[in-house]
């Protein structure tokens, strides 16, 4: 449980980071190709060295970690283009209640057990993702289109299942090298992609203030990838991780945007909190 409670620290602290973005000017897509690069070199500085050579084409995980990458950067544009067009409240809540895909993946592929009172916890925290995000005004048309959410939900659920996958099958959680790749290909994807497709406004592809971001994001990004597989390892089901970490993040995230920014807490937000609450200790099986 150790690595989950960190792994869940990375990303509340991750959503934190992503909030600082627009107040200080940080443009999402080039700060996440200079962290995906910054997380190699964590993985490198965890590892004692760099991971990386020509002998990695020769593991039987190098295809997941090359499909990982690409789904990363992937999920990324879709994750900007859907806040765009469908507004960040309803794009925060569909990333969040995809751990409905990986908890089913879990139940009926790996064959986990899911008894009463973790299907009544994981009911109640997705009940608690839509109560803790805060709905704002987006306009009619952006809230009537779901394309681009069903995407964001779709590929939030791939990357829970092929991290799953890496760890339950190749034992991803034991060898850094495999973060690393992942990191390293959808960094290279990228930065191709910032490099042939420039800003529209004629802007720099990247400024003081990406780079700066994506070293800040970079560290805790690559705990809260390497720290999921870790927890997977440990022996701690999918259909327990992904609701945790989830709803968890969710709900912390809140409390510390209450804190650090000073965003107040509906009741219905507080209510959120509470039910959250219930639902991981359903899920952990704290009670019941």
Known sequence: MLALAFCILAST???????????????????????????????????????????????????????????FISGFNLNALSVQRAGISVTSV???????????????YFKEPLG????????????AVFLTVKFESDGPQKKSNWILPLGVFLLAGLIEILLTVAERIFHAGSDVTFTVTLFLWAGTLGLLIRLFRPPADGSPRFILQDVIGGIILGIPNFFSIYLILVALGEGLEAATVFPVLNVTTIVLSAIAALVFFRERLSPKQWLGVGVATIAILLITGTFG
């Open 94 to 108: 569909v990333q969040r209640i995809s751990l409905l895909i990986s908890v089913l993946f879990a139940v009926f």
């Open 13 to 71: 602290i991750i959503s934190l980071i992503f909030k600082g973005f627009q107040q200080y000017g940080v443009r999402n897509l080039p700060a996440i190709v200079v962290n995906y690069f910054v997380c190699v070199i964590c993985g490198s500085i965890f590892q004692g060295e760099f991971p990386l050579s020509t002998a990695i084409f020769s593991q039987d995980w190098i295809w997941l970690a090359f499909v990982l990458g690409f789904v």
């Open 116 to 127: 009463i009172t973790k299907g009544v916890g994981i009911f109640l925290g997705i009940v």
